[in-house]
């Protein structure tokens, strides 16, 4: 079983930065893709950026100002935000899909979340 264990969420006030981490560990597993979403009161969980191998992709509202990566040594995620809104306020979530090699199968998997709060 894989898991995925977020951190770095935090207060800042607006124009502040923050870095998320994902660190996935477990069975033995190759990581396809890995994401982030978000999730504020209210509202439906909107994907934020998702990274490939070779490709990167960003949610309209942040491009420019937040910058997701991947240590694949670490099997670690990371999104750096920069230039934080209030509107950027939300939980964010870590997903990644992950085949693992035990079962030679693909499966979706999710981190439990960390708040990130954006004072104006």
């Known amino acids: 079983q894989v898991q995925l264990v977020e951190s770095g969420g935090g207060l800042v006030q607006a124009g502040g930065s923050l870095r998320l981490s994902c660190a996935a560990s477990?069975?033995?597993?190759?990581?396809?893709?890995m994401a982030w979403y978000r999730q504020a009161p209210g509202k439906q969980r909107e994907l934020v950026a998702t990274?490939?191998?070779?490709?990167?992709n960003y949610l309209d509202s942040v491009k420019g100002r937040f910058t997701i990566s991947r240590d694949n040594a670490k099997n670690t995620a990371y999104l750096q935000m920069d230039s934080l809104k209030p509107e950027d306020t939300a939980v964010y979530y870590c997903?990644?899909?992950?085949?693992?090699?035990?079962?030679?199968?693909?499966?979706?998997?999710w981190g439990q979340g960390t708040q990130v709060t954006v004072s104006s």
């Open positions: 997903n990644a899909n992950i085949l693992t090699i035990l079962h030679m199968s693909t499966s979706s998997v």
């Open positions: 990274i490939t191998s070779d490709s990167t």
């Open positions: 477990g069975s033995i597993f190759i990581i396809n893709s």
